[in-house]
């Protein structure tokens, strides 16, 4: 009799179990990962941060003295769609959401660690909520300074709601239905969901709140949602492009395969050596240093106007470089052909750095006439790549950005621009630099750089 009881207890226990699955999955597809009652299926890892249920929320508390705090599924996932709600209540605060997150318990001498995607929640006046960050790996993947339009999507002490697609190598972020981020990546391919009560600086941030609900799932007979603007995506891919850049006008400048579409600056063919392309990168070998007098500068064979050029550089140790654009091949100068120029140069351990007015020949500068203001926490080591971006618009408006983030800005022809060529080593060309079109050029100066993931768009 008693056996009897105990597999009544157990079938009824297993009814009940799977009637509240059955509860947490509705109709169309999406899965409760909160219940609303309480926090089964989660746990806190990496800091002492508080969470509650208040009402149908998910309430974190700040701490002082905690690092980064995370409230993660205990199940992990591929690919997903996720959509949540998330409210700040306070400018000093800071969250996001993991996704595909992951956890190394026995970092930080046994308090634990969590790094991955977090898709970002930002209320301070950088404003870079919905952005792709990589916590605790490699940084900022997808600052919004590549779609500043997104900046006022998220609204300080509002619930705010976040759709978040990780589907394949693609990450896709919306904030209230705003387009944001466009990531391609494939460090990691499954891992949990986490929600963050971030480190404070100040005791007296301590007790602030940042609240979560409606948090949901799909995971089967997923329907990416298309965007329907021309966003700019941080393709992390070798050499390739995906469907929607192709749609949006990109093409590939280096195909990662041989030097097609490009040749050596006052040469018809590509150099016979120097420049080499192995397993998908465009190398510069090292010689003396000297600028352009060995293998020689290479340049695309078409030309450009306005446009949005990307690439990728990894510099050796106190090596330069340099990509030039609106290079026209006319001066009949010796040595690298004219050109403006976005700076490829290793600050710390070559002398140019020094040189020059106040900066102007360092990294993503435009060389000898303005220099990049960049933070030292977005530059990457030699040895590391940086992504480097120059947008030109139809009204000669330019841009030069490092590692996703905007270093300078100034418009061709300008009076402020002419000035600054007339006390540059330009001044001696007429007109320099405001050519209508021109080649994009790689340079050599003797130091071993490789490129790769150069990328173009023609603005009309």
């Not at 007979?221 to 929607?244: H, I, R």
């Not at 990894?314 to 100068?333: C, D, I, M, P, Q």
């Not at 070559?350 to 500068?365: I, W, Y």
């Given at each position: 009799?008693?056996?009897?009881?105990?597999?009544?207890?157990?079938?009824?226990?297993?009814?009940?179990?799977?009637?509240?699955?059955?509860?947490?999955?509705?109709?169309?597809?999406?899965?409760?990962?909160?219940?609303?009652?309480?926090?089964?299926?989660?746990k806190?890892?990496?800091g002492?941060?508080?969470?509650?249920?208040?009402?149908?929320?998910?309430?974190?508390?700040?701490?002082?003295?905690?690092?980064?705090?995370?409230?993660?599924?205990?199940?992990?996932?591929?690919?997903?769609?996720?959509?949540?709600?998330?409210?700040?209540?306070?400018l000093?605060?800071?969250?996001?959401?993991?996704?595909?997150?992951?956890?190394?318990?026995?970092?930080?001498?046994?308090?634990?660690?969590?790094?991955?995607?977090?898709?970002?929640?930002?209320?301070?006046?950088?404003?870079?909520?919905?952005?792709?960050?990589?916590?605790?790996?490699?940084?900022?993947?997808?600052?919004?300074?590549?779609?500043?339009?997104?900046?006022?999507?998220?609204?300080?002490?509002?619930?705010n709601?976040?759709?978040?697609?990780?589907?394949?190598?693609?990450?896709?972020?919306?904030?209230?239905?705003q387009?944001?981020?466009?990531?391609?990546?494939?460090?990691?391919?499954?891992?949990?969901?986490?929600?963050?009560?971030?480190?404070?600086?100040?005791?007296?941030?301590?007790?602030?709140?940042?609240?979560?609900?409606?948090?949901?799932?799909?995971?089967?007979?997923?329907?990416?949602?298309?965007?329907?603007?021309?966003?700019?995506?941080?393709?992390?891919?070798?050499?390739?492009?995906?469907?929607?850049?192709?749609?949006?006008?990109?093409?590939?400048?280096?195909?990662?395969?041989?030097?097609?579409?490009?040749?050596?600056?006052?040469?018809?063919?590509?150099?016979?050596?120097?420049?080499?392309?192995?397993?998908?990168?465009?190398?510069?070998?090292?010689?003396?240093?000297?600028?352009?007098?060995?293998?020689?500068d290479?340049?695309?064979?078409?030309?450009?106007?306005?446009?949005?050029?990307?690439f990728?550089?990894?510099?050796?140790e106190?090596?330069?470089?340099?990509?030039?654009?609106?290079?026209?091949?006319?001066?009949?100068?010796?040595?690298?052909?004219?050109g403006?120029?976005?700076?490829?140069?290793d600050?710390?351990?070559?002398?140019?750095?020094?040189?020059?007015?106040?900066?102007?020949?360092?990294?993503?500068?435009?060389?000898?006439?303005?220099?990049?203001?960049?933070?030292?926490?977005?530059?990457?080591?030699?040895?590391?790549?940086?992504?480097?971006?120059?947008?030109?618009?139809?009204?000669?408006?330019?841009?030069?950005?490092?590692?996703?983030?905007?270093?300078?800005?100034?418009?061709?022809?300008?009076?402020?621009y002419?000035?600054?060529?007339?006390?540059?080593?330009?001044?001696?060309?007429?007109?320099?630099?405001?050519?209508p079109?021109g080649?994009?050029?790689l340079?050599?100066?003797?130091?071993?750089?490789s490129?790769?993931?150069?990328?173009?768009?023609?603005?009309?």
């Amino acid at each position: 009799m008693k056996y009897t009881r105990n597999i009544v207890a157990v079938l009824i226990a297993s009814l009940t179990l799977a009637s509240c699955t059955a509860e947490q999955k509705t109709e169309d597809g999406w899965t409760d990962l909160f219940n609303g009652k309480d926090l089964s299926g989660w746990k806190t890892v990496a800091g002492t941060a508080t969470f509650e249920i208040v009402g149908e929320e998910i309430q974190g508390t700040s701490v002082a003295g905690s690092p980064n705090t995370f409230l993660i599924t205990e199940e992990t996932y591929g690919d997903f769609i996720l959509e949540l709600d998330l409210k700040i209540e306070h400018l000093s605060s800071n969250s996001g959401v993991m996704a595909r997150g992951q956890y190394d318990p026995a970092a930080r001498d046994g308090k634990g660690l969590v790094f991955g995607y977090q898709i970002e929640a930002d209320p301070s006046e950088r404003a870079w909520s919905g952005g792709v960050y990589d916590e605790a790996r490699r940084g900022w993947l997808y600052p919004l300074d590549l779609n500043p339009d997104a900046k006022s999507a998220f609204k300080m002490g509002e619930f705010n709601h976040y759709r978040i697609e990780a589907i394949g190598d693609v990450i896709k972020t919306w904030i209230n239905g705003q387009e944001v981020a466009y990531v391609v990546d494939d460090m990691d391919k499954t891992g949990f969901i986490g929600l963050q009560v971030h480190s404070i600086q100040k005791p007296e941030d301590a007790g602030r709140k940042t609240s979560f609900k409606n948090v949901k799932i799909q995971t089967e007979n997923l329907e990416p949602k298309a965007f329907s603007k021309d966003l700019f995506v941080v393709n992390n891919s070798l050499n390739s492009l995906t469907e929607y850049e192709k749609s949006n006008g990109w093409k590939l400048l280096f195909n990662g395969q041989n030097s097609d579409g490009w040749k050596g600056a006052y040469k018809e063919t590509f150099p016979e050596s120097g420049w080499s392309v192995n397993d998908g990168l465009l190398t510069i070998a090292a010689t003396d240093g000297s600028e352009s007098t060995n293998a020689g500068d290479i340049v695309t064979k078409e030309q450009f106007s306005a446009f949005d050029l990307a690439f990728e550089f990894r510099l050796t140790e106190g090596a330069n470089s340099g990509l030039k654009y609106f290079v026209t091949l006319s001066e009949g100068n010796k040595g690298s052909a004219i050109g403006l120029e976005y700076q490829v140069l290793d600050d710390d351990n070559h002398p140019d750095a020094k040189m020059g007015r106040d900066g102007n020949r360092t990294m993503a500068s435009l060389y000898d006439l303005i220099k990049a203001n960049k933070n030292a926490r977005f530059i990457k080591p030699v040895g590391e790549w940086n992504k480097a971006r120059v947008v030109v618009t139809p009204d000669n408006k330019v841009s030069h950005y490092l590692n996703g983030v905007k270093v300078l800005e100034y418009e061709r022809g300008s009076q402020e621009y002419r000035d600054l060529v007339a006390i540059s080593k330009y001044a001696k060309w007429d007109n320099f630099g405001e050519a209508p079109e021109g080649h994009i050029l790689l340079q050599d100066h003797g130091n071993e750089v490789s490129f790769k993931n150069i990328k173009i768009k023609s603005l009309k």
